[in-house]
Nanobody
Framework: QVQVVESGGGLVQAGGSLRLSCAAS????????MGWFRQGPRKEREFVAA????????YYADSVKGRFTISRDNAKNTVYLQMNSLKPEDTAVYYC????????????????WGQGTQVTVSS
């Protein structure tokens, strides 16, 4: 069992920045692919970004490309999501998720999920 805990959400004005953190338990964190997803009001959960176990490969949704950056620190068992130039449409609950060796963009491929952290962007 892997426990996943997100932090760093909050309220920010449009154009501002936030950094989300996700800590995952387990000795084999460096073998996990990690993903960030979000779910806005009355919307389905959608892919935001993913990172390979080594951090060498990253993937982004078109809607966040160039504004968000995913990274990880395997020594700290933590993955980050730096969000810049935030827009009101980025408002959502952001979830961190864990799967095996291969990072994907499919929500159904991820096995362990955190409780989520709210991000609200005001206009």
């Amino acid at each position: 069992q892997v426990q996943v805990v997100e932090s760093g959400g909050g309220l920010v004005q449009a154009g501002g920045s936030l950094r989300l953190s996700c800590a995952a338990s387990g000795r084999t964190f460096s073998s996990y692919a990690m993903g960030w997803f979000r779910q806005g009001p009355r919307k389905e959960r959608e892919f935001v970004a993913a990172i390979s176990p080594s951090g060498d490969n990253t993937y982004y949704a078109d809607s966040v490309k160039g504004r968000f950056t995913i990274s990880r620190d395997n020594a700290k068992n933590t993955v980050y999501l730096q969000m810049n130039s935030l827009k009101p449409e980025d408002t959502a609950v952001y979830y961190c998720a864990v799967r095996g060796l291969i990072a994907t963009m499919n929500v159904n491929d991820y096995h362990y999920w955190g409780q989520g952290t709210q991000v609200t962007v005001s206009s």
